[in-house]
């Protein structure tokens, strides 16, 4: 888990990020993902942003357009859900036996 791309997107910036499971978990369709031992792959993604504004634009609108930031509370929130959906089930389990 990254909190640096989650923090960059809250900024409605877009990002270039290692293409690792835990920032695509993050930043699904957000962000550009880039082999992280691929020098010339960042390179590459660099200079393309760097040197077309308005792709850099497309794709900055477009974070700003769909991210919404998840908040410790959602976080919370939604792990409590989690464990009593886990709880209940274990609970039913227990009952058929």
Avoid: M
């Amino acid at each position: 888990y990254s909190l640096t791309l989650n923090e960059c997107l809250s900024y409605g910036k877009f990002c270039l990020a290692a293409d690792v499971p835990p920032l695509r978990e993050v930043g699904r369709e957000l962000a550009s993902y880039i082999n992280p031992l691929d020098v010339c792959a960042w390179a590459d993604a660099i200079y393309t942003y760097h040197t077309n504004s308005i792709l850099l634009a497309k794709k900055t609108q477009y974070v700003s357009q769909h991210w919404s930031l998840i908040t410790w509370i959602d976080s919370s929130k939604s792990l409590l859900s989690s464990a009593k959906k886990a709880q209940k089930n274990i609970f039913e389990k227990l009952e058929n036996v």
